[in-house]
């Protein structure tokens, strides 16, 4: 069973910075993509930024220029560094990981609060 693990949240004022991480229980080739994704209180889960095998990336309008996808194939870790927090960026953050034939998988979720 794939397991990813999330860290880095935390409580951070606007303005500042929050690098998360997830970390695969195995080699994230494995994964046609992996993704974040958060979710604030009352609202849907929504698709933050997503990094594919090849490397390529998309993201969040919201977030393009503030946050940035990266992965370490050697270390089987996906990053997202997030610059510019706003409040609104105050939400659970999840990392997923699909494959082609057994499905998505998710992480616990870490919590970023953006907050004077």
């Known amino acids: 069973q794939v397991q990813l693990v999330e860290s880095g949240g935390g409580l951070v004022q606007p303005g500042g910075s929050l690098r998360l991480s997830c970390a695969a229980s195995e080699t994230i080739n494995n994964f046609l993509f992996m993704a974040w994704y958060r979710q604030a209180p009352g609202s849907q889960r929504e698709l933050v930024a997503l990094?594919?095998?090849?490397?390529?990336?998309n993201y969040l309008d919201s977030v393009k220029g503030r946050f940035t996808i990266s992965r370490d194939n050697a270390k089987n870790t996906v990053a997202l560094q997030m610059n510019s927090l706003k409040p609104e960026d105050t939400a659970v953050y999840y990392c997923?990981?699909?494959?082609?034939?057994?499905?998505?998988?998710w992480g616990q979720g870490t919590q970023v609060t953006v907050s004077s």
């Open positions: 997923n990981a699909k494959k082609a034939i057994s499905g998505a998988y």
């Open positions: 990094i594919t095998r090849e490397s390529n990336t």
